[in-house]
Every structure is written in C-alpha cells, then in structure tokens.
C-alpha cells in the first residue's frame, strides 16, 4: 500500500505573514490568545470617536475588521488554528495554501494606525494610478496609490488577498509621485 505524500501548507523554517480571518468582534481576544502562546501578532487599531447619548468616548477599533496578522512558519500553523475566535488563514483562490502577505503592506498598515486621519476600508476593485510615498507628517514613509476622489486626494493602500484597500486623505504638499509604476 502506498503512503500518501502530505504536502506542508507552510515551508518548516520560513516565517511569513498571513492573515487569519477571526469570528466576528473577535480580533483583540485573538491578538490576546496569540499573543499568550507566544505566536508574533499584529492587529492594527485606529482610534475613533464614538458618540453616546450622553457622552462621547474615544475606542479603537480595528482596521480591517475580522482579520489579524500573524507571523509564523509550519510549526505554529495548528497551534494560530486551534486558538479560540480563529475560522481560518486566508489562502490562494486556486488552493488551499495559506497567502501570504508581503511585509511592506505591513508596514503600511502600521504607518496608517499613527495617524488620525479618517481611514475608511473599502472592498471596491480600484483601477491602479500613479504610485506614490508620503514624504512628511506622520504617515511618513507610506507607500501606495493615489486617486482622485470627488475632488480630494486620497492615497490607497491595497492588502493582496484580502480583496481590501485602505482610503486616507492626505494634503497634496506631502505627496511624492513616483516615476515607476
């Protein structure tokens, strides 16, 4: 009888970002557990103010809802998985390998979570446009994409995999337009 060939979801020694995909409202119990079992994690929060009937109280919440980041190789595939609020790893449309996710979107997404610009996530297929970096103010160092959106300039900031951009406003002087594209 022959043995069936398992094949690694995730090569042993190498460690990469991917994105977990969490319950709903679950993202800081997940960025707790992993963080408990010693599993590198990254959950970017904007803060917001929110308006009660008689208050107001600024929270932070997630950037990108439902989703944590997690840098791991094989070994700690199982231990992310089996943490309570995990569904699953976001992976290739064409298979079941887990995407991951290139470490300067990361960056991006930590550069975006020091501002207090609103950031909206949008999950529109955007026509890609000139690239460009933020070269002052603190989004400094932010790589993207810039549209013109109803007469103001917003830079997008795209997270392959997940089908999600990022919207910030950002005043035209800290533009940097970039020749290659």
Not at 21 to 47: A, G, I, M
């Amino acid at each position: 009888m022959k043995s069936k060939r398992v094949k690694k979801l995730i090569p042993d020694n190498e460690r990469k970002w991917y994105a977990v995909y969490t319950r709903s409202r679950f993202e800081k119990k997940v960025n707790e557990k992993l963080f408990e079992k010693d599993v590198e994690v990254l959950l970017p929060l904007q803060k917001i103010v929110r308006q009660w009937s008689d208050r107001k109280k600024t929270v932070e919440i997630p950037l990108i809802r439902s989703y944590v980041f997690v840098k791991i190789n094989f070994n700690d595939y199982l231990r992310v998985l089996d943490t309570h609020g995990v569904v699953k790893f976001v992976t290739y449309i064409c298979n079941s390998n887990p995407a991951p996710i290139p470490e300067e979107q990361l960056n991006n997404l930590i550069i975006l979570t020091r501002t207090d610009n609103d950031i909206k996530t949008t999950n529109e297929k955007l026509n890609p446009g000139d690239k460009i970096e933020i070269t002052s103010g603190v989004l400094n160092g932010l790589k993207g994409e810039l549209i013109e959106y109803h007469g103001n300039k917003k830079v997008v900031v795209k997270i392959n995999h997940l089908n999600t951009s990022l919207l910030v406003t950002v005043p035209s002087f800290q533009i940097c337009y970039k020749s290659d594209k």
